[in-house]
């Protein structure tokens, strides 16, 4: 959940079953409603540019196959899929909570048939080290995304289990690029092994907090460049070991007001973070492999409206998948929310059967949030969204095909 880094007891979730399937992610679609509907792919020569950026890097992530056009997918691209699913099974594909264990995750799986599930800080890790995560998922109709905050340092939900490494900061600050991509790729197999499929870091904040601050050294650097080298190399040791990175905070939360875990939170304006705080987005997302993004909750002058953060603000969602706005990429993975449910930044001003809507008709293709309660009345407010209009059939069906390919369900 955009923070699912530094949120102390609250996360949210996320599941898949990545083999081929994480190939698939790059490759997702343009779709939306309110800001998935409009978005096309950006023109040629922001692509371009913005490619040309990323070969500075040096662990850029493989590349993604051509992306095809939304009349393509949805004249072929899952449309058997789609037609043997209920609008409220596909709406449901949209959703990831945490869970707070095995008997929480398979009641709202078998119930609901939600996207994925999330394990946070407060969950019984047995469902992890039992085996129940992975069996849960390969007895649902669609498997699920099984996700986790696991960066390192202070964010380490699994450090009990022995998966750990230290934070992005002590990385970037003592270890070379090839040896950090070898530390994830470790994390990952042992992630992998426990049926974890989608981890939610690198965080791509630039930085100069101090270390315990909200992103601090959560951060690799106050350099944007830096940030771009070893959270490249961070996601493609994930991807070696089949688990899907997810690049948050977009657009920055780096040099932010505040924590979006307490309440508000603003960003310096737009132009501002153009050469520092999007860098990372714009090279990384270039050539992005199997890789997702994350939208925080952050107010950003010049882009989001005053009182609608970027994770609720289809501009803001449509310039990341765009990529217009920024000179980036167009990108077509997997786009979460940051955690609705029990950050302040959404939580003081909307319930969750709102927040959730309002994200995904900005362009988000999945929700996130930390309980399972709340799951009928956010799909009964999701369907009600989709019979008046304010969500689109079509939005709806280019979300769910994407989240499938992500999921290698679909490969296409």
């Known amino acids: 959940m955009g923070f699912l880094t530094s949120r102390s007891r609250t996360a949210a979730p996320v599941r898949v079953t990545v083999l081929a399937a994480a190939l698939a992610l790059g490759v997702g679609l343009t779709s939306g409603c309110g800001g998935d509907e409009d978005v096309a792919a950006s023109d040629s020569s922001q692509t371009t540019t913005a490619r040309t950026s990323a070969t500075t890097s040096s662990t850029p992530l493989p590349t993604s196959s051509a992306t ?44 609901e048939q939600i996207g994925g599930i999330f394990i946070g800080s407060w969950t019984d890790k047995s469902i992890l080290t039992s085996g129940a995560a992975a069996n849960i998922s390969r007895s649902a109709k669609i498997p699920l995304m099984v996700s986790v905050d696991q960066e390192g340092g202070r964010v380490s939900r699994l450090s009990d289990l022995g998966i750990d490494a230290p934070s992005a900061r002590q990385l970037a600050q003592s270890k070379t690029l090839a040896q950090v991509r070898s530390i994830a ?40 460049n830096v940030v771009t080298r070893f959270g490249g190399a961070f996601a493609r040791g994930l991807a070696d070991a089949g688990i899907i990175p997810v690049y948050k905070h977009f657009p920055g939360h ?11 939170v603003q960003t310096p304006p737009l132009a501002s973070l153009q050469n520092s705080d999007l860098v990372p987005f714009r090279r990384l997302l270039a050539n992005p492999g199997p890789a997702a993004a994350m939208v925080g909750h952050l107010i950003v002058p010049g882009l989001t409206s005053p009182d609608m953060p970027a994770s609720l603000d289809a501009k803001a969602i449509r310039m990341l998948r765009t990529g217009k706005g920024y000179n980036g990429p167009a990108f077509n993975g997997v786009i979460f929310s940051d955690d609705l449910g029990s950050m302040a930044a959404i939580s003081s001003k909307y319930p969750i059967t709102q927040a959730a809507v309002l994200s995904i008709r900005a362009g988000v ?32 069906d280019t979300k769910v095909v994407r989240v499938l390919r992500a999921k290698g369900v679909l490969t296409c």
Do not use: Y
């Not at 037609?83 to 909570?97: E, G, N, P, Y």
């Not at 690198?202 to 930085?207: E, L, Q, R």
């Not at 780096?254 to 508000?264: F, I």
């Not at 799909?379 to 019979?387: I, M, N």
């Open 68 to 111: 095809p056009s939304l009349t393509t997918l949805t004249n072929r691209c899952g449309a058997a899929k789609l037609k043997s699913m209920t609008q409220r099974q596909k709406l449901a594909q949209l959703i990831m909570v945490g869970v707070t264990g095995t008997a929480d995750a398979r009641q709202v799986v078998r119930s």
């Open 185 to 224: 790729a470790q994390m990952g197999r042992q992630m992998k092994r426990l049926g974890v499929t989608v981890d939610f870091a690198p965080s791509i904040d630039v930085s100069n907090e101090s270390d315990n601050e909200v992103i601090g050294d959560r951060s690799f650097s106050n350099d944007p």
């Open 254 to 264: 780096g040099h932010g007001s505040g924590d979006s875990h307490l309440g508000v």
């Open 365 to 396: 293709d999945v929700a996130l949030w930390t309980t399972t309660d709340q799951v009928p009345a956010v799909l009964d407010s999701l369907e009600a969204a989709v019979r008046d209009g304010r969500l689109s059939k079509s939005a709806v």
